[in-house]
């Protein structure tokens, strides 16, 4: 069964500063991989997602992630944090079978809560 | 507007009464889903349909049901809510996962329900 992994619940940053959120997953074959956001109150936004094409994927925000396959990582990433960054953010697979095809389910991490210090 | 709406947003019950959350999506989306979102758990899936008819267990189903008689609608029920059943719920759909290479699921504002 694939599993995610998000490490670290709670990550703090200053205003200007690099967020760097950390997601790992189990899967056989590599999944499609997403990241949502979450703000208080609401329900979650998809921000970026990888579906085999460029490993580097750019989403809305000026967010990024990178998979890595032999890492088994895809690592959310934004050069310069922002106070309306401050959210949950999670990570979600959907496995794949070897033709690609989507078994429709998302498995989410645990989430990160993602604070910003002025 | 392109969107996935869920009714109530917020519900406080009593263990034992009978309640039904509602979800509808305007996208002809086949694929619709519930999940439950615990704080250290992440959000896990409760039941899934496929298509109008055609549903299938999550992750954690106890304690739940669900129908799908048309397509907009997959309502949620909790026929006996227990207090281990409060939590904040979420809707939402998709394309066929079968037939395109990955599902973007939208998600419904969510439901936070309190069982006394």
């Known amino acids: 069964a694939q599993s995610v992994t998000q490490l670290g619940s709670h990550v703090s940053v200053s205003e200007g500063a690099l967020v760097l959120l950390r997601c790992n997953y189990s899967s056989s074959v590599p999944p499609y991989l997403f990241w949502y956001v979450q703000y208080p109150n609401q329900g979650l936004q998809l921000l970026l997602k990888y579906t085999s094409a460029a490993t580097l994927v750019k989403g809305i925000n000026g967010f990024e992630a990178e998979f890595k396959k032999s890492e088994t990582s895809f690592h959310l990433t934004k050069p310069s944090a922002h106070m309306s960054d401050a959210a949950e953010y999670f990570c979600?697979?959907?496995?794949?079978?070897?033709?690609?095809?989507?078994?429709?389910?998302?498995?989410f991490g645990q989430g990160t809560i993602l604070t910003v210090h002025p | 507007e392109a969107q996935v709406t869920q009714n109530p947003r917020y519900l406080i019950t009593v263990t034992g009464k009978k309640l039904t959350v509602t979800c509808s999506q305007n996208?002809?989306?086949?694929?619709m889903s519930w999940y439950r979102q615990d704080p250290g758990l992440g959000l896990r899936q409760i039941y899934y349909?496929?298509?109008?008819?055609?549903?299938d267990k999550g992750d954690v189903p106890e304690g739940y049901k669900v129908s799908r008689k048309e397509k907009r609608n997959f309502p949620l029920i909790l026929e006996s809510p227990s207090p281990n059943q409060t939590s904040l719920y979420f809707c939402a759909s998709s394309l066929n996962p079968g037939l395109h290479s990955y599902n973007e699921q939208f998600f419904g504002p969510g439901t936070r329900l309190t069982v006394l």
């Open positions: 996208m002809n989306h086949e694929y």
């Open positions: 979600a697979v959907s496995e794949k079978d070897a033709g690609g095809t989507s078994y429709g389910k998302l498995t």
């Open positions: 349909s496929m298509n109008v008819e055609v549903t």
